[in-house]
C-alpha cells in the first residue's frame, strides 16, 4: 500500500516497532490527556463502517491496548455537517490534564445546540483516569459558515496546540476575540 509505504520505511530507519491494529482511528476522532483518559464520540468510534463487529467494549478494549489509556469518556454526537461522523476534535479538547474546552451553542434554534447542551452535560458528570471531574472552559460556536454542500462544521474547538503555540481557526466573526482570549 503506496499510503503505508513512508510510514514503514521511517519506523524501520528509526529501528521503532510498529503496531498495526488492522482498525480505522482518524486523528481527530479522540483526544488524550496525556495521563490515561481519552474523549471520543459514539457517534464517530461506533459508526458500523470504521470499525465492523467492534462494539463500545471492543474499542475500549482497542484503545487500551494500542494507546495505553486506561478511561475512555465516551460523548454523544458531534456537529452539523460534520462528514468525519462526529469527530471530538470540533466539540471537546483536553488543554491540560484535567481541563477540557468545549462548544456550546446558546441558540435554541440552532440544530447543534441540543448535541452540545447533551456534551456540557456529559462534560460535567465526566470523570478522568483518577476519578476527578474535569476543569471546564465553555467556548461558543461561530456563527453559521455556509459552503456549496450547506453547513460546514465550523468550530473554535479544531485548534493544536505545538510548541508553545496554538493555531485556532477564526471566522472573521466577533466571536472570535473572546475565544482566542479563552
Same mark, same amino acid.
Request: aromatic share 4%; charged share 25%; proline share 7%.
Given at each position: 500500500?503506496?499510503?503505508?509505504?513512508?510510514?514503514?520505511?521511517?519506523?524501520?530507519?528509526?529501528?521503532?516497532?510498529?503496531?498495526?491494529?488492522?482498525?480505522?482511528?482518524?486523528?481527530?476522532?479522540?483526544?488524550?490527556?496525556?495521563?490515561?483518559?481519552?474523549?471520543?464520540?459514539?457517534?464517530?468510534?461506533?459508526?458500523?463502517?470504521?470499525?465492523?463487529?467492534?462494539?463500545?467494549?471492543?474499542?475500549?478494549?482497542?484503545?487500551?491496548?494500542?494507546?495505553?489509556?486506561?478511561?475512555?469518556?465516551?460523548?454523544?454526537?458531534?456537529?452539523?455537517?460534520? $462528514?468525519? !461522523? +462526529?469527530?471530538?476534535? *470540533?466539540? &471537546?479538547?483536553?488543554?491540560? =490534564?484535567?481541563? /477540557?474546552?468545549?462548544?456550546?451553542? %446558546?441558540?435554541?434554534?440552532?440544530?447543534?445546540?441540543?448535541?452540545?447542551?447533551?456534551?456540557?452535560?456529559?462534560?460535567?458528570?465526566?470523570? $478522568?483516569? !483518577? +476519578?476527578?471531574?474535569? *476543569?471546564? &472552559?465553555?467556548?461558543?460556536? =461561530?456563527?453559521? /459558515?455556509?459552503?456549496?454542500?450547506? %453547513?460546514?462544521?465550523?468550530?473554535?474547538?479544531?485548534?493544536?496546540?505545538?510548541?508553545?503555540?496554538?493555531?485556532?481557526?477564526?471566522?472573521?466573526?466577533?466571536?472570535?476575540?473572546?475565544?482566542?482570549?479563552?
Amino acid at each position: 500500500d503506496l499510503d503505508d509505504a513512508v510510514p514503514r520505511k521511517a519506523a524501520e530507519a528509526l529501528g521503532l516497532k510498529r503496531f498495526e491494529p488492522g482498525r480505522i482511528l482518524e486523528g481527530g476522532s479522540i483526544d488524550v490527556n496525556g495521563q490515561g483518559t481519552v474523549l471520543t464520540t459514539r457517534q464517530c468510534l461506533l459508526q458500523p463502517m470504521r470499525n465492523p463487529g467492534l462494539d463500545q467494549n471492543g474499542i475500549e478494549a482497542m484503545l487500551k491496548d494500542h494507546l495505553g489509556v486506561r478511561h475512555v469518556v465516551w460523548l454523544g454526537d458531534g456537529i452539523l455537517g460534520d $462528514d468525519t !461522523d +462526529g469527530h471530538v476534535d *470540533d466539540i &471537546a479538547r483536553f488543554t491540560a =490534564p484535567r481541563t /477540557v474546552v468545549h462548544a456550546r451553542e %446558546r441558540k435554541k434554534g440552532d440544530p447543534n445546540h441540543e448535541p452540545l447542551e447533551n456534551l456540557a452535560r456529559s462534560l460535567k458528570e465526566a470523570r $478522568d483516569q !483518577d +476519578g476527578l471531574a474535569f *476543569d471546564l &472552559a465553555e467556548i461558543p460556536m =461561530p456563527d453559521p /459558515v455556509g459552503g456549496p454542500t450547506g %453547513r460546514l462544521p465550523a468550530s473554535y474547538a479544531n485548534f493544536l496546540i505545538a510548541n508553545g503555540v496554538v493555531v485556532l481557526p477564526v471566522f472573521n466573526q466577533a466571536k472570535d476575540k473572546s475565544v482566542l482570549r479563552t
